[in-house]
C-alpha cells in the first residue's frame, strides 16, 4: 500500500489523543480563532495544581522566558500532556500548522576518524579504514552530479574527521559544487570537522570560516554539540571540540552573516540539569548573534556502539524533551524533528510537541542513524510521501529552502495527482 493511503498511523493516533485532551478544556465551540486557543490555555494553566507549574503556563501565555530551574521542573514534573500542550501552543503562535521540510541529499565523505565517541556507530579508526569509506573528490562530485535536473535546493555535507583531508581539500570541494550548480545551498561541516580542519591549518575560527565561505559554504549543520557539560562530554566524547570552541565556530559563522543549526543529543547518560545547560548556552549565543535557524534534539541510538548497554529514551521521554526544547529555546524560530533518526511514525508525533520541521527527503544518503539502529534502514523519502505524512497529522506542508523561504505550499495539493506527477516522486 502507498504511504498516502495509510489511514491511521500510531503517531496519527496519538495525535488524536492529543486532541482530545486538548478538547477537554474547550468547552462546547466552534470557534479555532486564535483568542479561542488562549482562552483554552488559560483554562489548562488554571487547572494547574502544581504552583511552579502553572506560574510556568503564566509565563509562555505571556511570551516571558522560563528560567534554569523552571527548565528542570518541566522535566521533573510536568505530564506530558500539559508540556505538549505548552508547547504546541507555541508551535502554533510562531508557525500556525505550518511545517516545514526541504528536498535535499547527503554527502558523507568519510567516516574514518581521529575520534571515537563512545556513543558513535558510524566512524573507523584510520587503522582500520579499509573497513570505511573515503571518497575521492570525483566520487562526491558524481554524487552532486547524480541530481542534475533535480528540484534539489541543499546538499548537506558531514562525515567523520579524516587526518587527510584538510581544509584545501574542502575548500576545492565547495568550489567545485558551487561551479556545477551555484543555485545548490551548501550546508556542511560540523564544528567537531572544522575545529580540526582550522587547527591543522594553524587558522583561527574567524580567518578559517571566512576561507570556507569564501569558496562556496553557505550555513552550517548543527551536528557535535552532543552534550556541553563537560563531566557528560568527558564520558562520551572526551577528545573532541568542547564547549567553547564548539560556540566559537558558530559564533564566527553567523559573524559572516551564516546560519548555523544546533543539535542536543539526549537520551543517554546525561540528567535534566545537562539538557538544560546545554540549551541555556545556546540559548545565550542565540541572544548575542541571531544566527541560529533550528535547534535539533538527537535521540541517543544504542547499536553498533561502546555505549550500547545504555537503554535507549521511550517515546513518552522523547515527546516531552521535545516540549520542553520548544518552551526553553524562546529565540529559536525552529524547533525540527530529524525523521531518519526518529523513524517516521514518532516524527509525525512530534509535531503535536512543538515540533515545525521534518528536515528533508534524505535520499538514502546518509548511514549516520542506520548504522545506529534506526527503524530508517534506507532513509529516503518521496515529496509525495512527505506531504502525506504531514497531511496525515491535520499540519500544512510547506516546502522551504535552507534558509526557511517558502518554495510551496501544498496544503491544497492532491495526493493522487503527486503521486502521478515525476516531480514530486
Ligand atoms: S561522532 Fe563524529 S567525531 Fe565522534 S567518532 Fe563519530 S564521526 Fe568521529
Given at each position: 500500500?502507498?504511504?498516502?493511503?495509510?489511514?491511521?498511523?500510531?503517531?496519527?493516533?496519538?495525535?488524536?489523543?492529543?486532541?482530545?485532551?486538548?478538547?477537554?478544556?474547550?468547552?462546547?465551540?466552534?470557534?479555532?480563532?486564535?483568542?479561542?486557543?488562549?482562552?483554552?490555555?488559560?483554562?489548562?494553566?488554571?487547572?494547574?495544581?502544581?504552583?511552579?507549574?502553572?506560574?510556568?503556563?503564566?509565563?509562555?501565555?505571556?511570551?516571558?522566558?522560563?528560567?534554569?530551574?523552571?527548565?528542570?521542573?518541566?522535566?521533573?514534573?510536568?505530564?506530558?500532556?500539559?508540556?505538549?500542550?505548552?508547547?504546541?501552543?507555541?508551535?502554533?503562535?510562531?508557525?500556525?500548522?505550518?511545517?516545514?521540510?526541504?528536498?535535499?541529499?547527503?554527502?558523507?565523505?568519510?567516516?574514518?576518524?581521529?575520534?571515537?565517541?563512545?556513543?558513535?556507530?558510524?566512524?573507523?579508526?584510520?587503522?582500520?579504514?579499509?573497513?570505511?569509506?573515503?571518497?575521492?573528490?570525483?566520487?562526491?562530485?558524481?554524487?552532486?552530479?547524480?541530481?542534475?535536473?533535480?528540484?534539489?535546493?541543499?546538499?548537506?555535507?558531514?562525515?567523520?574527521?579524516?587526518?587527510?583531508?584538510?581544509?584545501?581539500?574542502?575548500?576545492?570541494?565547495?568550489?567545485?559544487?558551487?561551479?556545477?550548480?551555484?543555485?545548490?545551498?551548501?550546508?556542511?561541516?560540523?564544528?567537531?570537522?572544522?575545529?580540526?580542519?582550522?587547527?591543522?591549518?594553524?587558522?583561527?575560527?574567524?580567518?578559517?570560516?571566512?576561507?570556507?565561505?569564501?569558496?562556496?559554504?553557505?550555513?552550517?549543520?548543527?551536528?557535535?554539540?552532543?552534550?556541553?557539560?563537560?563531566?557528560?562530554?568527558?564520558?562520551?566524547?572526551?577528545?573532541?571540540?568542547?564547549?567553547?570552541?564548539?560556540?566559537?565556530?558558530?559564533?564566527?559563522?553567523?559573524?559572516?552573516?551564516?546560519?548555523?543549526?544546533?543539535?542536543?543529543?539526549?537520551?543517554?547518560?546525561?540528567?535534566?540539569?545537562?539538557?538544560?545547560?546545554?540549551?541555556?548556552?545556546?540559548?545565550?549565543?542565540?541572544?548575542?548573534?541571531?544566527?541560529?535557524?533550528?535547534?535539533?534534539?538527537?535521540?541517543?541510538?544504542?547499536?553498533?556502539?561502546?555505549?550500547?548497554?545504555?537503554?535507549?529514551?521511550?517515546?513518552?521521554?522523547?515527546?516531552?524533551?521535545?516540549?520542553?526544547?520548544?518552551?526553553?529555546?524562546?529565540?529559536?524560530?525552529?524547533?525540527?524533528?530529524?525523521?531518519?533518526?526518529?523513524?517516521?511514525?514518532?516524527?509525525?508525533?512530534?509535531?503535536?510537541?512543538?515540533?515545525?520541521?521534518?528536515?528533508?527527503?534524505?535520499?538514502?544518503?546518509?548511514?549516520?542513524?542506520?548504522?545506529?539502529?534506526?527503524?530508517?534502514?534506507?532513509?529516503?523519502?518521496?515529496?509525495?510521501?512527505?506531504?502525506?505524512?504531514?497531511?496525515?497529522?491535520?499540519?500544512?506542508?510547506?516546502?522551504?529552502?535552507?534558509?526557511?523561504?517558502?518554495?510551496?505550499?501544498?496544503?491544497?495539493?492532491d495526493l493522487t495527482a503527486m503521486a502521478a506527477d515525476a516531480l514530486y516522486n
Open positions: 500500500m502507498e504511504l498516502y493511503k495509510i489511514p491511521m498511523t500510531p503517531g496519527a493516533f496519538l495525535l488524536s489523543l492529543n486532541k482530545i485532551f486538548l478538547r477537554k478544556f474547550a468547552a462546547h465551540s466552534n470557534d479555532h480563532s486564535m483568542d479561542f486557543r488562549d482562552r483554552q490555555m488559560h483554562r489548562l494553566v488554571e487547572n494547574q495544581t502544581h504552583a511552579g507549574l502553572r506560574k510556568i503556563g503564566e509565563k509562555i501565555i505571556n511570551k516571558e522566558r522560563i528560567l534554569f530551574d523552571e527548565g528542570v521542573l518541566l522535566f521533573e514534573k510536568a505530564d506530558l500532556p500539559y508540556a505538549g500542550a505548552l508547547a504546541n501552543f507555541v508551535r502554533e503562535r510562531l508557525h500556525g500548522d505550518k511545517t516545514y521540510f526541504n528536498r535535499n541529499f547527503h554527502i558523507e565523505p568519510t567516516n574514518v576518524c581521529v575520534f571515537s565517541c563512545a556513543f558513535c556507530s558510524y566512524s573507523r579508526l584510520y587503522a582500520h579504514r579499509d573497513e570505511g569509506w573515503e571518497l575521492s573528490m570525483d566520487q562526491m562530485m558524481d554524487i552532486v552530479k547524480k541530481y542534475d535536473g533535480k528540484p534539489v535546493t541543499e546538499v548537506h555535507i558531514v562525515g567523520g574527521v579524516h587526518p587527510k583531508m584538510n581544509l584545501a581539500f574542502f575548500a576545492e570541494l565547495l568550489q567545485k559544487i558551487k561551479s556545477h550548480r551555484p543555485d545548490l545551498h551548501i550546508k556542511g561541516f560540523t564544528a567537531v570537522e572544522l575545529d580540526y580542519m582550522f587547527r591543522k591549518a594553524k587558522l583561527s575560527a574567524e580567518e578559517g570560516m571566512k576561507i570556507l565561505h569564501e569558496a562556496g559554504l553557505d550555513s552550517l549543520p548543527g551536528g557535535g554539540a552532543e552534550i556541553f557539560a563537560p563531566e557528560i562530554r568527558k564520558q562520551i566524547c572526551e577528545d573532541k571540540v568542547d564547549a567553547e570552541g564548539w560556540i566559537r565556530i558558530h559564533r564566527a559563522a553567523h559573524q559572516l552573516g551564516m546560519h548555523t543549526n544546533a543539535t542536543m543529543l539526549y537520551g543517554h547518560i546525561e540528567k535534566y540539569e545537562h539538557r538544560v545547560d546545554h540549551m541555556e548556552r545556546l540559548r545565550t549565543l542565540q541572544d548575542e548573534t541571531g544566527g541560529f535557524n533550528t535547534f535539533i534534539p538527537l535521540k541517543f541510538r544504542n547499536k553498533g556502539n561502546d555505549m550500547s548497554q545504555v537503554p535507549e529514551s521511550s517515546v513518552i521521554e522523547d515527546m516531552k524533551l521535545y516540549a520542553v526544547s520548544r518552551l526553553y529555546m524562546d529565540n529559536f524560530p525552529h524547533l525540527k524533528a530529524y525523521w531518519p533518526m526518529l523513524g517516521r511514525q514518532s516524527a509525525q508525533l512530534t509535531l503535536s510537541f512543538g515540533v515545525n520541521d521534518l528536515d528533508g527527503t534524505i535520499d538514502d544518503s546518509t548511514k549516520i542513524y542506520s548504522m545506529a539502529g534506526s527503524e530508517e534502514l534506507h532513509p529516503s523519502l518521496s515529496t509525495t510521501q512527505l506531504v502525506a505524512l504531514i497531511k496525515q497529522v491535520k499540519r500544512e506542508p510547506v516546502e522551504r529552502d535552507t534558509l526557511y523561504h517558502e518554495i510551496r505550499n501544498y496544503k491544497d495539493m
